[in-house]
């Protein structure tokens, strides 16, 4: 039987976890790849820097998981490789959303004459290991790939320190330090001196949870790296990605080593990577090609529901073009799951598993459900069907326990509720999408707004209502399947542990139980003078300062 399918296509996209050694030597990695933004972003600074002076740079990219870094990663390793099919896929990717970034990116070639050879690419995706070991196979990794293994001085003058470093990492003489940071950053300088040098790090983080945990860690390799090029140093190009600063993954650590660490930081310009919904729904615009019959039907809907979604004050969706292009997501379902995707799940990764994957309850199977013959009614994919893929596909699962707590706790409610209609079952499952991002504004679960995708919903709702199954809260006009409580407790406590945790040991406990005078009893029995002497907590490093002779207190 043909279905809607058949006149809509699904793009396929990238979605899967990239990794950089498997996906650098081919252009199937490149295949669906999406380049947005914030990938233009950091390609023209990239380019910039290389066009622009002799000297490198050094970038510190910071998002999300899922959120396409490795894929970026993927996208520069062929953008400034050798001349071949893989660099001319990554162009072509480039110069279909900024051309002129494509042309910044042959200019860089030609200033540095790497046309035909492209720049050394030392990339590597990091462990949890020595900074120092990372770096190093990274940079042996750019050796193999331009020479095909290492080869004598006298075509590479760093040989020698190459060996010595592999021997020194892989020996286990405990008097051996693994790889000298020194003679590394030789290798780099001899690596740039010959073409520019693409250093990039993937999953850096994990490097730095290593080094969290280890007496012997040196925070100065990366620095002297970022150092090397930069000012009047050589072409070396260092991006590290990973999802925190630097400093964050210090947390737990005492405060010398997170300012050490905020120092090398400082060698870095800090690029955040994520995405606004805007251009999340950029993105989920590229996804879908209508025939034209149907997009015929799709423009007059669209027109209709923009002024809909202009009343209500979802601007973002109060455009004709842009709820045309997410046809056939229903508008509030492209409104919300951005935050769903980034909030429960792993951002662009999620994102397309729903919109291309196979999973059941993803959207090319409810395109395959629905029959090619339309009538007068579109179909949408709606918010409950977003739910059911959130909850039975396990993305909430896998988010962090105090996001899916909330995701549990209305799962179990709706799940334990027999008997209802499959009417109330999609309204509820709505009402439990909105609940679960947004705490106020538009984006709530007023009736008004619930009209929108369910057609008079008010004897369904007060059905629920008089099962138990939802709320009302009239002074916010909106829905809840919880009781739940008007007060955000975990929102407070995180508030007061951040405060808390900017004062010293001393000044919480004063502000808990400050200490009351106490009064020298017998002495002032014996002698009959009172005497009253304060308190105060102190520490043992703490040096005391006597008191004021004209204060109330005698000590």
Not at 97 to 105: C, G, S, T
Not at 512 to 534: C, Y
Request: hydrophobic share 40%; charged share 20%.
């Amino acid at each position: 039987m043909s279905s809607l399918a058949d006149v809509l296509t699904v793009s396929a996209r990238f979605a899967r976890s990239a990794n950089l050694e498997r996906d650098i030597t081919t252009t199937e990695p490149l295949e669906g790849y999406i380049v947005t933004a914030r990938a233009i972003d950091v390609v023209e600074r990239l380019t910039t820097t290389a066009t622009g002076t002799k000297a490198g740079g050094a970038w510190s990219i910071t998002g999300p998981y899922g959120s396409g870094k490795s894929s970026l990663a993927v996208l520069l390793d062929g953008a400034f490789g050798p001349a071949g099919k893989v660099r001319d896929k990554a162009i072509e990717l480039i110069s279909d959303v900024a051309p002129e970034i494509a042309d910044a990116i042959a200019a860089s070639h030609q200033a540095h004459g790497t046309q035909k050879t492209g720049f050394h690419r030392a990339v590597v995706t990091a462990s949890r290991e020595p900074i120092s070991h990372t770096i190093l196979r990274a940079l042996h990794s750019a050796v193999l790939r331009r020479f095909g293994k290492i080869p004598p001085a006298s075509k590479f003058k760093a040989s020698a320190l190459l060996k010595e470093a592999l021997a020194d990492a892989e020996s286990d003489d405990p008097r051996r330090t693994g790889p000298a940071s020194s003679g590394l950053v030789e290798i780099a300088r001899c690596l740039a001196e010959d073409a520019p040098l693409l250093i990039v790090v993937d999953e850096f983080g994990k490097n730095l949870e290593a080094v969290a945990h280890s007496a012997a860690a040196d925070p100065y390799l990366l620095q002297q790296l970022a150092e090397a090029g930069q000012g009047a140093g050589l072409p070396i190009f260092t991006l590290t990605l990973q999802h925190l600063s630097f400093e964050d993954y210090f947390a737990g650590s005492d405060n010398t080593d997170q300012r050490e660490w905020a120092k090398v930081q400082g060698r870095f310009e800090d690029l955040p990577y994520v995405d606004s919904p805007a251009q999340t729904r950029a993105l989920i615009g590229t996804v879908f090609t209508p025939t034209p019959a149907l997009a015929q039907r799709i423009a007059p809907w669209a027109k209709k529901t923009a002024k809909q979604m202009a009343k209500l004050g979802v601007v973002d969706l109060a455009d004709a073009a842009v709820v045309e292009a997410c046809y056939p997501l229903h508008p509030l379902t492209a409104a919300v799951l951005p935050e769903l995707c980034s909030r429960y799940g792993q951002n662009e990764r999620t994102l397309f598993s729903f919109l291309t994957g196979p999973d059941p309850a993803a959207v090319p199977a409810f395109l395959a459900s629905k029959p090619k013959r339309l009538g007068d009614e579109l179909p949408l994919v709606g918010l409950s069907e977003l739910y059911d893929y959130f909850v039975a596909g396990g993305v909430v699962a896998g988010s962090p326990q105090s996001n899916a707590k909330r995701w549990t706790e209305i799962a179990t409610r709706l799940r334990d509720a027999h008997g209802l209609t499959p009417r109330q079952t999609e309204i509820v499952k709505s009402i439990a999408v909105l609940n679960l991002v947004s705490a106020a504004g538009t984006l709530r679960a007023s009736e008004q707004l619930l009209g929108l995708l369910h057609s008079k919903p008010a004897t369904t709702l007060r059905s629920l209502q008089d099962l138990g199954l939802i709320t009302h809260r009239e002074f916010a006009d909106e829905y809840r399947v919880w009781q739940g409580s008007d007060v955000d407790l975990r929102g407070l406590i995180e508030r007061s542990s951040t405060a808390i945790a900017a004062q010293s040991l001393l000044d919480v406990l004063t502000a808990i139980d400050e200490p009351s005078p106490v009064i020298a009893a017998r002495h002032s029995s014996e002698f009959s003078v009172l005497r009253v002497f304060t308190r105060r907590y102190g520490s043992s490093s703490e040096v005391l300062e006597s008191l004021s002779p004209f204060g109330e207190a005698d000590g």
